[in-house]
């Protein structure tokens, strides 16, 4: 079954330890990207990668780091998590065709 | 940049229809999307379409697109209460959503 998954779905966590959001497609997809929905804003992209060892920032970009080292895996990390990172985050990807696959999200608190 | 508009809110009577509207500046996007989410839900795709197509239909949903005014349109018909949710549209070039339309259905 084609799917992105993402890990953890829940998280409470304190300021300023660091955590990583996974994520995970099996699809071979090449394009791979991370948003976080907060109330208001809608999605706003943080991140995204066009293949392996590729990736470029998206609109608010600041306060977290990614990686791509293999095709399937995108993870998010927050090195010193701060309150207004406290926001529902979704991975999603696709190839050159039209359907785009999101996670199911992950809700993040920092407090 | 690439931006994407969309009214916040839209309230409709149960049975009636449902409009909502999006604008986008990026005039090389191939597909644009619509989107929907429910109350503590992911995304869902509703539908898409093409950019060098004008109209899409597809049961309740009727998409239109204005390439020339960069105006994307989604037409719910006989909107139900289990319609409600935010609805969100999108330009490829990587995925650029708007802020959503939170769609209320009054019965």
């Known amino acids: 079954e084609a799917q992105v998954t993402q890990n953890p779905r829940y998280l409470i966590t304190v300021t300023g330890k660091k955590l990583t959001v996974t994520c995970s497609q099996n699809?071979?997809?090449?394009?791979m990207s991370w948003y976080r929905q907060d109330p208001g804003l809608g999605l706003r992209q943080i991140y995204y990668?066009?293949?392996?060892?590729?990736?470029d920032k998206g609109d608010v970009p600041e306060g977290y780091k990614v990686s791509r080292k293999e095709k399937r895996n995108f993870p998010l990390i927050l090195e010193s998590p701060s309150p207004n990172q406290t926001s529902l985050y979704f991975c999603?990807?696709?190839?050159?065709?039209?359907?785009?696959?999101f996670g199911e999200g992950s809700w993040l608190t920092v407090v | 940049g690439e931006d994407v508009e969309q009214s916040l809110f839209l309230s409709v009577r149960e049975g009636d229809s449902s409009v909502i509207n999006c604008t986008y500046t990026?005039?090389?996007?191939?597909?644009l999307y619509w989107y929907k989410q429910e109350p503590g839900a992911g995304l869902q795709l509703l539908t898409y379409?093409?950019?060098?197509?004008d109209m899409k239909q597809d049961q309740r949903l009727t998409v239109l697109l204005n390439k020339k005014d960069k105006h994307l349109s989604l037409r719910i018909a006989d909107t139900q209460t289990g319609d409600s949710a935010i609805y969100f549209c999108?330009?490829?070039?990587?995925?650029?959503f708007g802020k959503g339309t939170r769609l209320s259905v009054i019965a």
């Open positions: 990668s066009m293949n392996v060892e590729v990736t």
């Open positions: 379409i093409f950019s060098n197509m």
């Open positions: 990026d005039s090389s996007s191939t597909y």
């Open positions: 699809m071979n997809h090449e394009y």
């Open positions: 999603a990807s696709w190839s050159s065709g039209n359907t785009i696959y």
């Open positions: 999108a330009e490829r070039a990587p995925l650029v």
